[in-house]
Nanobody, 123 residues
Framework: VQLQASGGGLVQAGGSLRLSCAAS????????MGWFRQAPGKEREFVAM???????AYRDDVRGRFTVSRENAKNTVYLQMNTLTPEDTAVYYC??????????????????WGQGTLVTVSS
């Protein structure tokens, strides 16, 4: 299994970015796919996820600003991030949960991880 995250970069506050996670060795619409982030000096935290069924979940402070989606033909998951703030600055990771765990916000539920892509939001 390989997950290739991309799309990070430097953006001003209020701007937008779209992250991509291209998967191989696993089918995104048959597994739970998650996005996590880790800011400097902080623990990795849940951001959003899309279940195999297509339903999504978000952390409270990104709900309404971030949207997770998938494109089955490309076996890719996306994280559209709008109205970014400096507090969103972090390395963003995509991950796959092949067991469809109930604890979707727990990083331990995820089996494979991408390499991360850095998002920097300037004020």
């Amino acid at each position: 299994v390989q997950l290739q995250a991309s799309g990070g970069g430097l953006v001003q506050a209020g701007g937008s970015l779209r992250l991509s996670c291209a998967a191989s060795g696993v089918t995104v619409n048959r597994n739970n796919m998650g996005w996590f982030r880790q800011a400097p000096g902080k623990e990795r935290e849940f951001v959003a996820m899309i279940r195999w069924s297509g339903s999504a979940a978000y952390r409270d402070d990104v709900r309404g600003r971030f949207t997770v989606s998938r494109e089955n033909a490309k076996n890719t998951v996306y994280l559209q991030m709008n109205t970014l703030t400096p507090e969103d600055t972090a390395v963003y990771y995509c991950a796959v949960d092949i067991n469809r765990n109930v604890s979707i916000r727990d990083s331990l539920s995820y089996d494979y991880w991408g390499q991360g892509t850095l998002v920097t939001v300037s004020s």
